[in-house]
């Protein structure tokens, strides 16, 4: 009888329990299943917008060099409408190095700049710089291409960052800067690749 009593007594709390935080329970229920459909839309939305901006991307890589004027604005659109996609900065940054292959260095520039400042990823970053360090030596500014090369973030460009300042100091003349710039380039390629034969060649033409 005591038992009964006892379980009568604790279904009664329950009870009382319910009716009073029924409707705190049925708000923080309502509240998840908002943030829920909220977090799904956007999930969503962010699928779909990746996979439009990676469709431009293809586009844009199938298209010859002959049509620079369609690639363009097939990048311009993935850089309005995607920015914060990875194709945005890949788009420009292709559209900048094929300038770059027919000459017209005034129009690689923009495109690699804005791809090394926009671009998500570090790598894309590293390149359009890489790239750009070369459109100015290309029109013979030493000091725009420095700070085109010092951007140069990425671990696994180090090498080429190091002979590309050396570049960039023996076209200013300063061959000591150039011969430590190259050793340290030397460093990073030796025993790892062909690169290091053209950094010797490089380093022996201005003597140890």
């Known amino acids: 009888m005591a038992l009964d009593m006892e379980e009568q007594d604790q279904e009664e709390n329950l009870k009382n329990l319910w009716r009073k935080y029924k409707n705190i329970a049925f708000i923080a229920i309502g509240i998840f299943l908002c943030l829920y459909i909220a977090a799904t839309f956007i999930s969503n939305k962010k699928n779909k917008a990746n996979e439009l901006a990676s469709q431009l991307y293809q586009e844009v890589l199938m298209e010859k060099i002959d049509n620079l004027e369609q690639i363009k604005v097939k990048t311009d659109l993935v850089k309005k409408d995607h920015i914060n996609t990875p194709y945005a900065g890949r788009a420009s940054l292709h559209l900048g190095q094929l300038y770059a292959k027919t000459g017209d260095y005034d129009k690689s520039i923009p495109e690699l700049s804005w791809a090394g400042e926009n671009a998500t990823e570090l790598s894309i970053q590293s390149l359009a710089h890489y790239a750009?360090?070369?459109?100015?030596?290309?029109?013979?500014?030493?000091?725009?291409?420095?700070?085109?090369?010092?951007?140069?973030?990425?671990?696994?460009?180090?090498?080429?960052?190091?002979?590309?300042?050396?570049?960039?100091?023996?076209?200013?003349?300063?061959?000591?800067?150039?011969?430590?710039?190259?050793?340290?380039?030397?460093?990073?390629?030796?025993?790892?690749?062909?690169?290091?034969?053209?950094?010797?060649?490089?380093?022996?033409?201005?003597?140890?």
Do not use: C, W
């Open 132 to 208: 750009l360090a070369y459109m100015y030596i290309a029109k013979k500014d030493a000091s725009k291409a420095k700070l085109a090369a010092e951007a140069i973030a990425t671990p696994g460009y180090i090498g080429l960052k190091s002979d590309l300042l050396g570049d960039i100091a023996l076209m200013d003349g300063d061959h000591e800067a150039a011969r430590s710039f190259f050793n340290q380039a030397l460093d990073f390629y030796k025993n790892k690749s062909e690169l290091a034969q053209v950094i010797q060649t490089k380093l022996d033409a201005i003597g140890q």
